[in-house]
C-alpha cells in the first residue's frame, strides 16, 4: 500500500540513539530562575508591611489592592505574549515552516518559548534601575506637614538602625517566631492559605491543557483565553475589594467575614463547570472501534483490523488524521489511505479503506473539529470562571488585611515572609507535581521519542481528567472552610493585636504624649527651680 506522507516511525538503529548528546540547557533555565526568584521575593513581603506600618489604616486596603493589581497585570501580559510565542514554532528561522504537517493545535507542536525568555529578561534589566533611585526613607503618610515629629522619627530609626548593628538581627527572630507560632489566628490563616494555594496552583498550571483536552482548543489560544477572561476580572476585584474597605472602614472581624463568604459563594460557582463539559475525541483504535461505536478505554486499544492489517503500519504513531466520515484516526498509514495530494497541512489522503463513507473516503492531518456544541460550552465554561475569577480577587484584600493586623507591627514584615515562604514550599512546589502524575493518569496514549522510549502524552480521557481537575481542588478548597470557621469564632472572642490600629495615627499619639511629658518635665523642673532661688533671697 502506497503511502504519500512521511510516517513518524521508532528508531531501530542503536548507534542512532547513542549518538545523541542531551542537551543542559535547563540547567541555565533553572539558575536563571532561582537568581530572579531571589531577587523579586522580598519586594512583597516587605513592600506591603512598609505601607500597612506607614499608611493610614484606611487606605492601606487600597494601596495593598493597587500593588496586587500591579502584579496581575504582569501575568496577563506574559500570557498574551506567550499565546504570540506558542503560535511560533520553536524552530522558526532554522527550518522551514511551509513543509511542516503539523498545526499549532497539534499536541506535538512545540511553540517558541525560548523567545519569551529574551524579552521578560530584557524587561527586567529595565525594571530594576529605578530601584537604584530610591531614597534611605520615604515620608510617612499624615505627618508630612510635622517637621518635629519627622526628625524624631528619623532620630529613632536611626538609633534602632544602629541597635540592629550592635546586635543583629538573630536577637529578635526567635522571640517574633516564638510569638507567631502562638498566634492562633496567624496560623490557621497560614494553613488556609497552604491549602488554598494548593488548588489554585493547580487549576491555574493546568487549566490551558484543560481547555486544550476538553475544549480541543491550541495551546496559544487557551493562554490568550485565560489571559483575556481570568486576569482583568482579578484586577478589577482587587481594585474595588480595596476601595470598600477603604470607604467603608472595615474592621478586622468585618474582613474576615467578607472574606469568608465571598469565598464560600465562589466555591459554589465551582460545582457549575462540571456541568459545562464536552465529549471525548472519537479516535478510532483509542476510544472507538473502526465500524464508529465506542469501546472501552481500559479492555486494550484495538488499533489494527482487516482494513489496515497488510499495510505494515508501526501500532505507536501519532499522526492523526480526521476522516470525512467523522473520526479520527491515529495515522493515515491506519486509516488504509493509499494515496495523497497536497503539501504540508494542505496534504489530503485518498482511497482510505478503513474509512467507511458512502463516496470517495479522504482524510485530512489533524484531529477533528469537537463541534459548535463544544464552542458554546467553552464560552458557557469561560464566563463562569470570569465570575469567578472576580469573586475570588474581590474576598482576597479582605482576607489579607486579617493577615496583617493579626500580627503585632514589628512583626509583620517576618510575619509576611513567612506566609509568602509556605505558600511557596508547601503548596507551589508540590501541586503541579502531584497534580501533574494524576493528569498523566489518565493519558489514553502516549507519544513515542526517537529511539522508541515513551514520549509526552497525546490524548486524555476527557472526562476523568475533568473530574481530577475540577474535583481534587474542590475536595482541598472545601476543607480550607473548617480552619476559616476556627478563625471567624476566634475573631469573636478575642482581640487581635493590630485590630484598630492606625499606624500613622498611633505614631503622632505617641510624638504627642513625649511632648507632654517633656512639657511637664520641664514645668516640674522650673517649679523646683524657683523654689530654690525663694529659699535663697530668704
Given at each position: 500500500?502506497?503511502?504519500?506522507?512521511?510516517?513518524?516511525?521508532?528508531?531501530?538503529d542503536p548507534?542512532?540513539?547513542?549518538?545523541?548528546?542531551?542537551?543542559?540547557?535547563?540547567?541555565?533555565?533553572?539558575?536563571?530562575?532561582?537568581?530572579?526568584?531571589?531577587?523579586e521575593?522580598?519586594?512583597?513581603?516587605?513592600?506591603?508591611?512598609?505601607?500597612?506600618?506607614?499608611?493610614?489604616?484606611e487606605?492601606?486596603?487600597?494601596?495593598?489592592?493597587?500593588?496586587?493589581?500591579?502584579?496581575?497585570?504582569?501575568?496577563?501580559?506574559?500570557?498574551?505574549?506567550?499565546?504570540?510565542?506558542?503560535?511560533?514554532?520553536?524552530?522558526?528561522?532554522?527550518?522551514?515552516?511551509?513543509?511542516?504537517?503539523?498545526?499549532?493545535?497539534?499536541?506535538?507542536?512545540?511553540?517558541?518559548?525560548?523567545?519569551?525568555?529574551?524579552?521578560?529578561?530584557?524587561?527586567?534589566?529595565?525594571?530594576?534601575?529605578?530601584?537604584?533611585?530610591?531614597?534611605?526613607?520615604?515620608?510617612?503618610?499624615?505627618?508630612?506637614?510635622?517637621?518635629?515629629?519627622?526628625?524624631?522619627?528619623?532620630?529613632?530609626?536611626?538609633?534602632?538602625?544602629?541597635?540592629?548593628?550592635?546586635?543583629?538581627?538573630?536577637?529578635?527572630?526567635?522571640?517574633?517566631?516564638?510569638?507567631?507560632?502562638?498566634n492562633?489566628?496567624?496560623?490557621?490563616?497560614?494553613?488556609?492559605?497552604?491549602?488554598?494555594?494548593?488548588?489554585?496552583?493547580?487549576?491555574?498550571?493546568?487549566?490551558?491543557?484543560?481547555?486544550?483536552?476538553?475544549?480541543?482548543k491550541?495551546?496559544?489560544?487557551?493562554?490568550f483565553?485565560?489571559?483575556?477572561?481570568?486576569?482583568?476580572?482579578?484586577?478589577?476585584?482587587?481594585?474595588?475589594?480595596?476601595?470598600?474597605?477603604?470607604?467603608?472602614?472595615?474592621?478586622?472581624?468585618?474582613?474576615?467575614?467578607?472574606?469568608?463568604?465571598?469565598?464560600l459563594?465562589?466555591?459554589?460557582?465551582?460545582?457549575?463547570?462540571?456541568?459545562?463539559?464536552?465529549?471525548?475525541?472519537?479516535?478510532?483504535?483509542?476510544?472507538?472501534?473502526?465500524?464508529?461505536?465506542?469501546?472501552?478505554?481500559?479492555m486494550?486499544?484495538?488499533?489494527?483490523?482487516?482494513?489496515?492489517?497488510?499495510?505494515?503500519?508501526?501500532?505507536?504513531?501519532?499522526?492523526?488524521?480526521?476522516?470525512?466520515?467523522?473520526?479520527?484516526?491515529?495515522?493515515?498509514?491506519?486509516?488504509?489511505?493509499?494515496?495523497?495530494?497536497?503539501?504540508?497541512?494542505?496534504m489530503?489522503?485518498?482511497?482510505?479503506?478503513?474509512?467507511?463513507?458512502?463516496?470517495?473516503?479522504?482524510?485530512?492531518?489533524?484531529?477533528?473539529?469537537?463541534?459548535?456544541?463544544?464552542?458554546?460550552?467553552?464560552?458557557?465554561?469561560?464566563?463562569?470562571?470570569?465570575?469567578?475569577?472576580?469573586?475570588?480577587?474581590?474576598?482576597?484584600?479582605?482576607g489579607?488585611?486579617?493577615?496583617?493586623?493579626?500580627?503585632?507591627?514589628?512583626?509583620?514584615?517576618?510575619?509576611?515572609?513567612?506566609?509568602?515562604?509556605?505558600?511557596?514550599?508547601?503548596?507551589?512546589?508540590?501541586?503541579?507535581?502531584?497534580?501533574?502524575?494524576?493528569?498523566?493518569?489518565?493519558?489514553?496514549?502516549?507519544g513515542?521519542?526517537?529511539?522508541?522510549?515513551?514520549?509526552?502524552c497525546r490524548?486524555?480521557?476527557?472526562?476523568?481528567?475533568?473530574?481530577?481537575?475540577?474535583?481534587?481542588?474542590?475536595?482541598?478548597?472545601?476543607?480550607?472552610?473548617?480552619?476559616?470557621?476556627?478563625?471567624?469564632?476566634?475573631?469573636?472572642?478575642?482581640?487581635?493585636?493590630?485590630?484598630?490600629?492606625?499606624?500613622?495615627?498611633?505614631?503622632?499619639?505617641?510624638?504627642?504624649?513625649?511632648?507632654?511629658?517633656?512639657?511637664?518635665?520641664?514645668?516640674?523642673?522650673?517649679?523646683?527651680?524657683?523654689?530654690?532661688?525663694?529659699?535663697?533671697k530668704?
Amino acid at each position: 500500500m502506497e503511502n504519500g506522507t512521511q510516517m513518524l516511525r521508532p528508531t531501530q538503529d542503536p548507534s542512532e540513539c547513542t549518538e545523541e548528546v542531551k542537551s543542559l540547557m535547563w540547567v541555565y533555565v533553572l539558575v536563571g530562575n532561582i537568581v530572579r526568584g531571589m531577587g523579586e521575593t522580598p519586594i512583597l513581603p516587605l513592600g506591603i508591611s512598609y505601607i500597612e506600618d506607614f499608611a493610614k489604616s484606611e487606605n492601606s486596603p487600597l494601596y495593598i489592592g493597587l500593588i496586587e493589581t500591579g502584579a496581575i497585570i504582569g501575568p496577563l501580559i506574559g500570557l498574551l505574549l506567550a499565546s504570540f510565542c506558542a503560535n511560533v514554532y520553536v524552530d522558526t528561522g532554522s527550518v522551514n515552516t511551509d513543509d511542516l504537517t503539523i498545526t499549532p493545535t497539534d499536541t506535538r507542536w512545540v511553540g517558541a518559548w525560548w523567545f519569551g525568555f529574551l524579552i521578560c529578561a530584557g524587561v527586567n534589566v529595565l525594571t530594576a534601575i529605578p530601584f537604584f533611585f530610591l531614597p534611605k526613607t520615604l515620608p510617612k503618610e499624615g505627618l508630612e506637614t510635622n517637621a518635629d515629629i519627622i526628625k524624631n522619627e528619623n532620630e529613632d530609626k536611626q538609633r534602632e538602625e544602629d541597635k540592629k548593628e550592635k546586635y543583629g538581627i538573630a536577637k529578635d527572630f526567635l522571640p517574633f517566631m516564638k510569638s507567631l507560632s502562638c498566634n492562633p489566628v496567624y496560623m490557621l490563616f497560614i494553613l488556609i492559605s497552604v491549602i488554598q494555594f494548593n488548588a489554585f496552583v493547580s487549576i491555574m498550571s493546568f487549566m490551558p491543557k484543560y481547555i486544550e483536552q476538553q475544549y480541543g482548543k491550541s495551546s496559544s489560544d487557551a493562554i490568550f483565553l485565560i489571559g483575556i477572561y481570568n486576569l482583568p476580572p482579578i484586577c478589577i476585584g482587587y481594585i474595588i475589594g480595596g476601595l470598600i474597605m477603604k470607604k467603608f472602614k472595615i474592621t478586622v472581624k468585618q474582613a474576615a467575614h467578607i472574606g469568608f463568604w465571598l469565598s464560600l459563594l465562589e466555591y459554589l460557582l465551582l460545582f457549575l463547570s462540571f456541568l459545562v463539559t464536552c465529549e471525548n475525541s472519537s479516535v478510532v483504535g483509542i476510544n472507538t472501534s473502526y465500524e464508529g461505536t465506542p469501546q472501552d478505554l481500559y479492555m486494550g486499544n484495538n488499533i489494527f483490523a482487516n482494513c489496515n492489517v497488510d499495510c505494515n503500519c508501526p501500532s505507536k504513531i501519532w499522526d492523526p488524521v480526521c476522516g470525512n466520515n467523522g473520526l479520527s484516526y491515529l495515522s493515515a498509514c491506519l486509516a488504509g489511505c493509499e494515496t495523497s495530494i497536497g503539501m504540508g497541512i494542505n496534504m489530503v489522503f485518498q482511497n482510505c479503506s478503513c474509512i467507511q463513507t458512502s463516496g470517495n473516503s479522504s482524510a485530512v492531518l489533524g484531529l477533528c473539529d469537537k463541534g459548535p456544541d463544544c464552542s458554546l460550552m467553552l464560552q458557557y465554561f469561560l464566563i463562569l470562571s470570569t465570575m469567578s475569577s472576580f469573586i475570588y480577587s474581590l474576598a482576597a484584600i479582605p482576607g489579607y488585611m486579617v493577615l496583617l493586623r493579626c500580627m503585632k507591627s514589628e512583626e509583620k514584615s517576618l510575619g509576611v515572609g513567612l506566609h509568602t515562604f509556605c505558600t511557596r514550599v508547601f503548596a507551589g512546589i508540590p501541586a503541579p507535581i502531584y497534580f501533574g502524575a494524576l493528569m498523566d493518569s489518565t493519558c489514553l496514549h502516549w507519544g513515542t521519542l526517537k529511539c522508541g522510549e515513551s514520549g509526552a502524552c497525546r490524548i486524555y480521557d476527557s472526562t476523568t481528567f475533568r473530574y481530577i481537575y475540577l474535583g481534587l481542588p474542590a475536595a482541598l478548597r472545601g476543607s480550607s472552610f473548617v480552619p476559616a470557621l476556627i478563625i471567624l469564632i476566634l475573631l469573636r472572642k478575642c482581640r487581635l493585636p493590630g485590630e484598630n490600629a492606625s499606624p500613622g495615627t498611633e505614631l503622632i499619639e505617641t510624638k504627642v504624649k513625649e511632648k507632654k511629658n517633656e512639657c511637664k518635665d520641664m514645668y516640674q523642673k522650673s517649679t523646683v527651680l524657683n523654689d530654690d532661688e525663694l529659699k535663697t533671697k530668704l
